[in-house]
């Protein structure tokens, strides 16, 4: 295995930005009307600055936004010719090229999955970069194979009220709070005993080098600096866990990058969302192996070296449907015994499921949809009851954090489970 | 030796103090698993302990709209929905407010809260779990068993026999010093008539007499007085037998509890019922749509617009209490029903049938301590104070339980045993509950599904191995 992890390209965007930029090439070679094409796509696709984040824009962007779309323009059009999708003339008008229309057509008639998958193999192909990723992730946690946490804990889950944090001792208590918890996390889901002060003081007089915290411990700080500090410490510490803990050597922006257009296309997993954990987790949902065993993976990328890359994705077949039905029902019972409602919020039991079997959000989103179809009909040992709260843009929420899962045509959020007594899951349990 | 005799080392100190006296508490207040149960005898949990001040603005909505309104007009509001704001809105103290909203109407049977224009009883009903309660006529049943329960049959009686007595014995005074429980009690006694001269015959003839009465089945309970050679008086039970040994299942069970009852009550002068349903989504939970369309159906029947009586008059009043997920599940069902025009969930206006029903505050947190404290302390001169909790240590109880009732109690209750064992703790602040709480925390913690503990599969292991 190769221990370094090829890179590529800085800018952070995720796979639709490909078929944006496509699609305004199609429509345009002079730069510039692609770019005002490009502008319009993106705001029609609620595209931010990551697909993530939602933001509502005004009509007029400003001045550093302009410079940032041009920028991300630019990036896009850099890497799409390094994988052959288009190509510029002398005068800088652009062109796509017979893969680029390939890959179009392929949007339109086989939909996002086949888009991605295409340039999947176009990235693997140049760089490799998701093979080096994946397997740095099996090698790093012998216990929970391929699972990497990055813990992290805002002030106010350490219990620090943001009223009460005003001076730089403040801070300094949080801090201290924050290295022995991050240290509790490592011992116990890693077995590693590790000291983190040291880490710790860096940080500290980084911050006062910085101008962001007085250099006497009993000044107070800037409060309008407050975010600015506690994103510091988060950064600080995510960064300190993907090199000391884990040993990659890239930059955390390019980490996160390549797993998130990675859970794009299905193959790694990440999120900050898993119930009863609060930061991130990453986990592969895809193996890279000279054969596979078991029909439930589909081979994505051929390896020089005669690997492959295999996606993990199991049919819809009778020994896959219980393997769901029982992993719904172990959710759901776990995030009620806390919440203790009926109906539970289905992006949290998402989480849980796609976990426990390593599948991706949109075959967990598949899979529902075959098991309510089949609730429906009344052909399913268990009785599901999938609802709408309040979506998103119901509330006032300006942000879009998590991708909705669509059932039955319909977006739901939360879902209620009833197993009737004396059914086969009951003897299983028993 | 004898036993009677023997004597132990030691014997029982004369005094000792009371794990809770040095809070000046009987003992604790909270109850240590907080839900409502109205049959417990424990006031902990059976709704008794309850601050109105609490629900104040909820309660004013539902007299100004239900209570006090004249239930003659028949363009009254007969439906209301009382709605949880959060979906996760367990334990916000729901049912705590529809018993007392029970008893508060029951306590003068509402002729003081709306100014004599309205007599009105209240019963409670809560939907079996388990999808037990799945057709309107299984809820049908249970209301009837609160009506029993309510014994509000057993007061109709007494006024109907009390109207007769008055009307045929206009100058007897009968009744001098004596309560309600004692009349109920002396009115159903043959032997009492007998003491005072009047023939029970003559009371049960003019009580058939009842303009309301009028056109009631010949076996309705009431019948049975008109039996000359072996007088039998009329009790609740018998109503209860009638119900229960009725032929058929459906149609008669609903002309009785929704018109000749209705005629019974009327005639003993009440002009509407409450009827408070809790945890309605018990019913749509495990109904297919087709059941929910039927229940919606029978509802509007019985309550808008069907040949009931009660349908007529607008005598019941339904007031359901919804969670926050409820109206979806219910919605199509409603709509295709008819009952969506009648008392909508997503009104274009707003409007007076949806009593919205709110988060606690920082505020409420204090009287809803201060009330549990008030009913269990040994010295009663002074009941204001939230001792042993401190302003501080009450802010914090309430926001670490997400202002719910529920967990504000348990809270308060853990934190309480912990601070009585403790040695030298006489008050319970911030940083007592600051402490405590990782231990509260911890005891959560345990039941939670960890990651590091979760079991996944192994798809290395799965890919070798197939």
Same mark, same amino acid.
């Given at each position: 295995m190769n221990n370094e992890i090829k890179i590529a390209h800085k800018g952070f965007y995720l796979l639709e930005y490909f078929f944006i930029l496509l699609r305004s090439i199609e429509k345009y070679s002079e730069q510039d009307k692609v770019f005002g094409e490009f502008k319009i796509l993106k705001k029609q696709n609620f595209?931010?600055?990551?697909?993530y984040k939602r933001k509502f824009e005004t009509d007029e962007p400003s001045k550093t936004q302009q410079d940032r779309y041009h920028y991300t323009f630019r990036e896009v059009i850099e890497e799409a010719k390094t994988y052959d999708l288009i190509e510029q003339d002398a005068l800088s008008n652009l062109r796509l090229t017979v893969k680029g229309l390939d890959l179009l057509k392929l949007i339109e008639n086989q939909g996002v999955e086949s888009f991605n998958n295409y340039l999947f193999t176009c990235m693997e192909q140049k760089h490799g970069t998701f093979r080096s990723i994946i397997e740095r992730l099996y090698a790093k946690n012998q216990y929970k194979p391929g699972l990497l946490i990055f813990p992290n804990y805002s002030p106010r889950q350490l219990d620090f009220e943001r009223s009460n944090v005003k001076t730089v001792e403040d801070i300094i208590r949080y801090s201290h709070a924050l290295t022995a918890k991050l240290q509790e996390d490592i011992s116990s889901n890693l077995g590693l005993v590790k000291d983190m002060s040291p880490h710790n003081k860096t940080l500290i007089n980084r911050l006062v080098e910085n101008k962001l915290l007085p250099s006497s411990p009993s000044e107070d700080f800037n409060p309008i600096k407050y975010n600015v500090i506690i994103k510091r410490f988060r950064d600080f510490w995510m960064n300190y866990f993907l090199?000391?803990?884990?040993?990659?050597?890239?930059p955390l922006t390019t980490f996160d990058r390549w797993i998130y257009r990675g859970k794009q296309i299905g193959i790694i997993y990440a999120t900050e969302f898993y119930p009863y954990f609060s930061g991130r987790i990453v986990y592969p949902t895809s193996v890279v192996v000279s054969k596979s065993a078991s029909q439930d993976f589909n081979k994505l990328f051929n390896y020089e070296d005669g690997k492959s890359l295999y996606i993990h994705k199991p049919k819809w077949n009778d020994a896959n449907q219980d393997k769901f039905v029982n992993a719904l029902v172990t959710a759901y019972f776990d995030l009620r015994r806390t919440y203790r409602s009926y109906f539970i919020n289905l992006l949290a039991m998402r989480e849980l499921v796609c976990y426990s079997m390593k599948i991706s959000e949109r075959l967990f989103e598949t899979f529902l949809d075959e098991a309510y179809k089949l609730n429906l009909a009344d052909e399913l040992k268990i009785k599901i009851s999938l609802e709408v709260d309040r979506l998103p843009e119901e509330t006032t929420a300006m942000y879009l954090k998590q991708e909705p899962v669509m059932v039955d045509k319909k977006y739901r959020n939360i879902i209620a489970i009833n197993v009737t007594p004396g059914d086969r899951f009951d003897e299983q349990a028993a | 030796m004898n036993k009677l005799l023997r004597k132990p080392l030691q014997s029982a100190p004369t005094e000792m103090m009371g794990k809770f006296e040095k809070f000046n508490l009987i003992e604790n207040p909270f109850p240590s698993s907080p839900y409502v149960n109205q049959d417990s005898t424990d006031q902990r949990i059976n709704g008794k302990v309850y601050e109105i001040e609490i629900r104040k603005k909820e309660l004013e909505q539902i007299e100004n709209v239900f /209570?006090?309104?004249?239930? /003659?007009?028949?363009?009254? /509001?007969r439906l209301g929905y009382i709605i949880d704001e959060s979906y996760i809105g367990r334990g916000n103290g729901k049912s705590a407010f529809l018993v007392n909203l029970q008893q508060y109407i029951n306590e003068d049977y509402c002729l003081d809260i709306s100014n004599n224009i309205n007599k009105c009883f209240a019963v409670y009903v809560v939907p079996e779990a388990g999808g037990r309660t799945k057709t309107f006529l299984s809820l049908v049943d249970l209301i009837f068993e609160a009506i029993l329960k309510s014994n509000v049959i057993e007061s109709c009686l007494a006024i109907l026999r009390i109207q007769s007595i008055n009307q045929l014995y206009?100058?007897?005074?009968?009744?001098?010093?004596?309560?309600e429980e004692e009349m109920i009690s002396k009115l159903s006694e043959i032997e009492w008539y007998k003491q005072n001269q009047i023939d029970y015959n003559d009371i049960a003839n003019a009580i058939l007499l009842n303009p309301f009465l009028q056109g009631l089945p010949a076996d309705f309970p009431l019948y049975r007085e008109r039996n000359r050679l072996f007088l039998n008086m009329t009790m609740q039970k018998d109503f209860e037998g009638y119900y229960t040994q009725m032929p058929g299942r459906g149609r008669e069970r609903l002309d009785f509890v929704f018109s000749h009852l209705v005629q019974f009550f009327q005639s003993a002068e009440f002009n509407g019922a409450f009827i408070l349903l809790d945890d309605f989504e018990r019913i749509p939970e495990f109904q297919s749509a087709r059941q929910k369309r039927d229940f919606a159906l029978e509802l509007r029947s019985c309550i808008f617009d069907g040949l009931y009586t009660s349908a007529k008059t607008g005598f019941y009043n339904l007031l359901m209490v919804l969670h926050a997920g409820v109206p979806r599940l219910i919605s199509d069902a409603w709509a295709e029903a008819g009952m969506e025009n009648r008392a909508s969930f997503t009104p274009r206006t707003t409007s007076n049938h949806l009593i919205p029903f709110g988060k606690l505050s920082r505020e409420h947190t204090t009287l809803l301590v201060k009330k549990y404290l008030s009913e269990y302390r040994?010295?009663?001169?002074?009941?204001q104070g939230t001792e042993p909790f401190s302003e501080d240590a009450l802010s914090r109880i309430g926001e670490w339980s997400e202002y719910n009732a529920a967990k504000i109690l348990k809270m308060a209750y853990d934190l309480l045993e912990k601070a009585a064992l403790a040695e030298g703790v006489t008050t319970i602040d911030e940083a007592f509950v600051s402490e405590a709480k990782g231990v509260l925390v911890g005891d959560l913690e345990r039941s939670i599904p960890k990651i590091e503990n979760v079991d996944s599969t192994d798809l290395l292991k799965k890919a070798s191995e197939g």
């Amino acid at each position: 295995m190769n221990n370094e992890i090829k890179i590529a390209h800085k800018g952070f965007y995720l796979l639709e930005y490909f078929f944006i930029l496509l699609r305004s090439i199609e429509k345009y070679s002079e730069q510039d009307k692609v770019f005002g094409e490009f502008k319009i796509l993106k705001k029609q696709n609620f595209l931010g600055e990551s697909k993530y984040k939602r933001k509502f824009e005004t009509d007029e962007p400003s001045k550093t936004q302009q410079d940032r779309y041009h920028y991300t323009f630019r990036e896009v059009i850099e890497e799409a010719k390094t994988y052959d999708l288009i190509e510029q003339d002398a005068l800088s008008n652009l062109r796509l090229t017979v893969k680029g229309l390939d890959l179009l057509k392929l949007i339109e008639n086989q939909g996002v999955e086949s888009f991605n998958n295409y340039l999947f193999t176009c990235m693997e192909q140049k760089h490799g970069t998701f093979r080096s990723i994946i397997e740095r992730l099996y090698a790093k946690n012998q216990y929970k194979p391929g699972l990497l946490i990055f813990p992290n804990y805002s002030p106010r889950q350490l219990d620090f009220e943001r009223s009460n944090v005003k001076t730089v001792e403040d801070i300094i208590r949080y801090s201290h709070a924050l290295t022995a918890k991050l240290q509790e996390d490592i011992s116990s889901n890693l077995g590693l005993v590790k000291d983190m002060s040291p880490h710790n003081k860096t940080l500290i007089n980084r911050l006062v080098e910085n101008k962001l915290l007085p250099s006497s411990p009993s000044e107070d700080f800037n409060p309008i600096k407050y975010n600015v500090i506690i994103k510091r410490f988060r950064d600080f510490w995510m960064n300190y866990f993907l090199k000391e803990i884990y040993g990659f050597d890239i930059p955390l922006t390019t980490f996160d990058r390549w797993i998130y257009r990675g859970k794009q296309i299905g193959i790694i997993y990440a999120t900050e969302f898993y119930p009863y954990f609060s930061g991130r987790i990453v986990y592969p949902t895809s193996v890279v192996v000279s054969k596979s065993a078991s029909q439930d993976f589909n081979k994505l990328f051929n390896y020089e070296d005669g690997k492959s890359l295999y996606i993990h994705k199991p049919k819809w077949n009778d020994a896959n449907q219980d393997k769901f039905v029982n992993a719904l029902v172990t959710a759901y019972f776990d995030l009620r015994r806390t919440y203790r409602s009926y109906f539970i919020n289905l992006l949290a039991m998402r989480e849980l499921v796609c976990y426990s079997m390593k599948i991706s959000e949109r075959l967990f989103e598949t899979f529902l949809d075959e098991a309510y179809k089949l609730n429906l009909a009344d052909e399913l040992k268990i009785k599901i009851s999938l609802e709408v709260d309040r979506l998103p843009e119901e509330t006032t929420a300006m942000y879009l954090k998590q991708e909705p899962v669509m059932v039955d045509k319909k977006y739901r959020n939360i879902i209620a489970i009833n197993v009737t007594p004396g059914d086969r899951f009951d003897e299983q349990a028993a | 030796m004898n036993k009677l005799l023997r004597k132990p080392l030691q014997s029982a100190p004369t005094e000792m103090m009371g794990k809770f006296e040095k809070f000046n508490l009987i003992e604790n207040p909270f109850p240590s698993s907080p839900y409502v149960n109205q049959d417990s005898t424990d006031q902990r949990i059976n709704g008794k302990v309850y601050e109105i001040e609490i629900r104040k603005k909820e309660l004013e909505q539902i007299e100004n709209v239900f /209570l006090k309104k004249s239930q /003659l007009n028949p363009n009254h /509001l007969r439906l209301g929905y009382i709605i949880d704001e959060s979906y996760i809105g367990r334990g916000n103290g729901k049912s705590a407010f529809l018993v007392n909203l029970q008893q508060y109407i029951n306590e003068d049977y509402c002729l003081d809260i709306s100014n004599n224009i309205n007599k009105c009883f209240a019963v409670y009903v809560v939907p079996e779990a388990g999808g037990r309660t799945k057709t309107f006529l299984s809820l049908v049943d249970l209301i009837f068993e609160a009506i029993l329960k309510s014994n509000v049959i057993e007061s109709c009686l007494a006024i109907l026999r009390i109207q007769s007595i008055n009307q045929l014995y206009p100058n007897r005074q009968l009744f001098e010093n004596m309560n309600e429980e004692e009349m109920i009690s002396k009115l159903s006694e043959i032997e009492w008539y007998k003491q005072n001269q009047i023939d029970y015959n003559d009371i049960a003839n003019a009580i058939l007499l009842n303009p309301f009465l009028q056109g009631l089945p010949a076996d309705f309970p009431l019948y049975r007085e008109r039996n000359r050679l072996f007088l039998n008086m009329t009790m609740q039970k018998d109503f209860e037998g009638y119900y229960t040994q009725m032929p058929g299942r459906g149609r008669e069970r609903l002309d009785f509890v929704f018109s000749h009852l209705v005629q019974f009550f009327q005639s003993a002068e009440f002009n509407g019922a409450f009827i408070l349903l809790d945890d309605f989504e018990r019913i749509p939970e495990f109904q297919s749509a087709r059941q929910k369309r039927d229940f919606a159906l029978e509802l509007r029947s019985c309550i808008f617009d069907g040949l009931y009586t009660s349908a007529k008059t607008g005598f019941y009043n339904l007031l359901m209490v919804l969670h926050a997920g409820v109206p979806r599940l219910i919605s199509d069902a409603w709509a295709e029903a008819g009952m969506e025009n009648r008392a909508s969930f997503t009104p274009r206006t707003t409007s007076n049938h949806l009593i919205p029903f709110g988060k606690l505050s920082r505020e409420h947190t204090t009287l809803l301590v201060k009330k549990y404290l008030s009913e269990y302390r040994i010295d009663t001169s002074n009941l204001q104070g939230t001792e042993p909790f401190s302003e501080d240590a009450l802010s914090r109880i309430g926001e670490w339980s997400e202002y719910n009732a529920a967990k504000i109690l348990k809270m308060a209750y853990d934190l309480l045993e912990k601070a009585a064992l403790a040695e030298g703790v006489t008050t319970i602040d911030e940083a007592f509950v600051s402490e405590a709480k990782g231990v509260l925390v911890g005891d959560l913690e345990r039941s939670i599904p960890k990651i590091e503990n979760v079991d996944s599969t192994d798809l290395l292991k799965k890919a070798s191995e197939g």
